[in-house]
């Protein structure tokens, strides 16, 4: 079993960046897929980004190219670095795990969330 903590939401403009990290307890962080979903106000909770314990990385469209999601097994952390902010980004921000291999899109197939985080983007 796994515990995880977000940390690192806030309050950015429009073009800012924020880093994330998800640290997760226990000693098998590296057997697991760690992904990152957010959830609007009155919308459904949606994929951000993944990362397989091999690596192996899947983002959704709406971030490609100025999301980054990167793990640090030593660390047992894993981190999503938000470019090029915008209103639309706006959400709480979970971070969630899985023990298996392969990366995963769709947040039943995770069996570990975070408490989540605030992210809110002023236009």
């Known amino acids: 079993q796994v515990q995880l903590v977000e940390s690192g939401g806030g309050l950015m403009q429009a073009g800012g960046s924020l880093r994330l990290s998800c640290a997760a307890s226990?000693?098998?962080?590296?057997?697991?897929?760690m992904g990152w979903f957010r959830q609007a106000p009155g919308k459904e909770r949606e994929f951000v980004a993944g990362i397989s314990r091999s690596g192996t990385i899947r983002y959704s469209d709406s971030v490609k190219g100025r999301f980054t999601i990167s793990r640090d097994n030593a660390k047992n952390t894993v981190y999503l670095q938000m470019n090029s902010l915008k209103h639309e980004d706006t959400a709480v921000y979970y971070c969630?795990?899985?023990?298996?291999?392969?990366?995963?899109?769709?947040?039943?197939?995770?069996?570990?969330w975070g408490q989540g985080t605030q992210v809110t983007v002023s236009s």
């Open positions: 969630a795990a899985r023990y298996n291999i392969g990366v995963y899109t769709t947040a039943a197939s995770y069996d570990y």
């Open positions: 226990g000693r098998t962080f590296g057997s697991y897929v």
